[in-house]
């Protein structure tokens, strides 16, 4: 008989996701175990170091919004920070840090280490195991108490037989039915984990090789040792993996680049906070400047000539790649006719020489990539510290999910992060923080948290991931929010707190102030539409000196935001009676005032996103029996297994004419499905 150890859930894997799973979880009162494969990985920063970017700074702020780690974990740990797109309209401003990619990991890994309720144990998990397995190992109730195995608590071997005392399964006839239902782990050395639900979070770990050109070494990203028994216990238990791949570029020793030659990139003089509850004033640190360089015909044609040599072009590589972020081969290949291509050297953090040259990821061999790394002005010297290397890995198709990310295969198992087809540490987080506030939910018996397209980036994350056929790794990115100038990062707040707050992730005293947060931007708006100047000379010489017309006709000061060359901190002259505001209070009366007609256009467009997505459509629908539904809608709606008529929208192959067809069939069959 194997030892035995009772908790409540498990995360298998402690990167991005596995962090924000595991703090998620424990912070809501379970008892929690995190495995990694080596406790120096933990959030480790494989590829770029930096956390944010257009899109991903939007996931950053939800996270925080909701309750999770990684924005104040950055805030901490920063070197540069910058706010993108500030030329654009405030949907797509994003915030973009430059990480010290150890005291990243240092300090996250502090936190774990002190979190309540939360063990972390470097070992390889094994295997996931079922009610049915457990059984086995525990074997009758006699033979446990004659050998000391006790998977105790509401694990224990009458439960795991037994719907009587759990308000979590998705049937009360799952047992019955035979449904796989999660009962522990087992790890390298055999031990058994017994506990109510996993968490997998392998990242690109799982059975994972790197390639440099001809060199295959079979190991996770960074060296560190790849988990490789994990993959067998998927396939035991029906679920199929596939084979992905990302890359990552040379990192040098910036010794031996000559700056003079690059532009300076530097931070910005104000830095805003990732994190709502960071105090700004923290955050105004001496930052340390980036670089700008670009490839040219010479180092293209050193490419060029050895595109056989790359695993990529020579078939070595079985995965597929991110299209959104390709290597320098396929930059070469695929846009022939542009001379030169960017790229960044960011420091890997202050106490290291270390740089990384965003832009150039590669799979080339060793004396390819000393050749056409020093073809780039200001590295015509440069030593590599550690090659570029591509990287293939096991994971899964999201479709297999739920939106709750539970699989559909294993009852109380759950998946995020890049295990998922996702990419990017953002994207992982946010996954891992969803996974784990309904892992616990799951046990506590709960409702799912479900964020709808309309209210996150994260919604849209994760829709895209279980309901979408994804071929490559998924990439978030702002053009793919349909509501984006409502799903804006400086609002996330707004948007989600109350669901931190309704989960127990969010303090009493963080509810409070966006209660009165939100209070405060309506009366404010109410107070500037109702206010109105005239033409005064005095009025009309604070407009002079602002460089905007003068009135012809009295106007509101609500009006006069809407000028372009105007602001609300411009106008302040002509309204000495307003009261005294924060500043993130203030940028959200002026967005609210400016974009008014569009921000209530997008509204009434959410109006009727709801009404498709409030239709649920009964989860023992028979598609067979749907009439004048097209074969390939009747096949990708079996298999997607959508849980309202707004997703079933969204499924590849489905058309409108599809959609009205089974409408019309669920309201034949109402009386049917709800009777």
């Known amino acids: 008989m194997k030892y035995t150890i009772e908790t409540d859930v498990c995360v298998i894997g402690a990167g991005h996701a596995g962090c924000e799973a595991a703090l998620a979880c424990s912070r809501l009162g379970l008892r929690t175990v995190i495995f990694t494969m080596n406790v120096d990985s933990i959030a480790m920063m494989p590829c770029n170091p930096h956390i944010g970017g257009s899109s991903k700074g939007h996931l950053v702020r939800e996270i925080d919004a909701l309750g999770g780690e990684m924005a104040k974990n950055i805030d901490k740990t920063f070197i540069q920070s910058k706010m993108l797109n500030i030329s654009k309209g405030p949907a797509v401003h994003s915030l973009r840090t430059q990480a010290d990619k150890a005291e990243y990991s240092k300090v996250m890994r502090q936190v774990l280490e002190n979190q309540e309720n939360l063990t972390i144990r470097q070992a390889e998990v094994t295997d996931i195991l079922t009610q049915f397995d457990l059984e086995e190992i525990s074997g009758t109730e006699q033979d446990r108490k004659s050998t000391g195995i006790n998977v ?14 759990s308000n979590n399964d998705s049937s009360n006839n799952d047992i019955a039915l035979n449904k796989k239902r999660v009962a522990g782990v087992r790890i390298h050395t055999g031990t058994v984990y017994s506990c109510k639900a996993v968490i997998i979070c392998t990242g690109t770990y799982l059975n994972a090789r790197c390639l440099v050109g001809e060199s295959i070494t079979e190991t996770g990203p960074g060296g560190m040792q790849r988990s490789t028994w994990l993959k067998d216990s998927m396939n035991r238990l029906g679920i199929p993996l596939r084979r992905f791949k990302t890359g990552t570029p040379a990192r040098m020793d910036g010794r031996t680049l000559d700056y003079s030659k690059m532009k300076i990139q530097p931070g910005d003089p104000v830095v805003v906070p990732f994190s709502y509850s960071t105090d700004p004033a923290d955050v105004q640190i001496e930052q340390v400047p980036c670089w700008l360089t670009y490839t040219n015909e010479e180092t293209h044609e050193i490419i060029r000539e050895n595109l056989d040599r790359s695993p990529i072009y020579a078939g070595i590589i079985e995965g597929t790649g991110p299209r959104y972020c390709p290597s320098i081969e396929d930059k070469v290949v695929k846009f022939s006719d542009k001379g030169r291509h960017h790229v960044f050297i960011e420091p ?16 080339m061999p060793d004396d390819v990539q000393q050749r056409m790394y020093r073809t780039v002005p200001g590295l015509e010297n440069c030593v590599i510290v550690k090659n570029a290397y591509a990287i293939e890995y096991d994971c899964i198709n999201a479709n297999q999910l739920r939106l709750s990310l539970e699989t559909r295969a294993v009852d109380g198992l759950f998946c995020a992060g890049q295990f998922n087809g996702s990419s990017g540490y953002e994207e992982a987080a946010a996954q891992g923080l969803i996974a784990g506030i309904n892992a616990a939910n799951k046990i506590r018996g709960r409702e799912p948290l479900i964020l709808k397209r309309s209210e996150a980036y994260i919604g849209v994350l994760i829709d895209d991931l279980v309901t979408k056929d994804n071929r490559e790794p998924y990439r978030m990115m702002t053009s793919r929010a349909e509501y984006r100038l409502l799903l804006r990062q400086d609002n996330a707040d707004l ?23 939100e209070q405060k931007i309506t009366e404010e708006i109410e107070r500037l539409k109702k206010i109105r100047i005239g033409a005064a000379a005095s009025n009309q010489q604070i407009l002079r000196s602002l460089n905007s017309a003068e009135l012809k006709t009295a106007c509101t000061l609500a009006e006069l935001i809407c000028r372009p060359e105007l602001s609300y901190e411009k106008i302040a002259p002509l309204d000495p009676d307003r009261p005294k505001l924060t500043q993130d209070i203030t940028s959200q009366v002026e967005i609210n005032i400016r974009y ?6 997008q509204k009434k467009q959410v109006l009727q996103f709801e009404k498709l997505e409030q239709k649920k459509i009964p989860s023992g629908i028979d598609y067979d029996d749907v009439g004048s539904l097209r074969n390939e809608a009747r096949q990708k709606l079996k298999e997607f297994l959508p849980s309202s008529i707004g997703q079933a929208s969204r499924i590849s192959g489905v058309t409108p004419a599809d959609v009205t067809v089974l409408l019309i069939y669920l309201e034949k069959n109402r009386g049917r499905f709800h009777g």
Do not use: F, P, W
């Open 152 to 165: 105790g608590g509401d694990v224990s071997h009458s439960d795991l037989n037994s719907d009587k005392k």
């Open 348 to 363: 890997e953090g202050r106490s290291t020489n270390e740089v990384y040259v965003d832009g150039m990821s590669s799979s």
């Open 596 to 601: 008014e007609g569009y921000i209530d256009r």
């Open 495 to 517: 948007r989600l707190r109350k669901y931190g707050y309704q989960e127990g992730l969010i303090t009493q005293d963080q509810y409070d102030y966006v209660c009165y947060k």
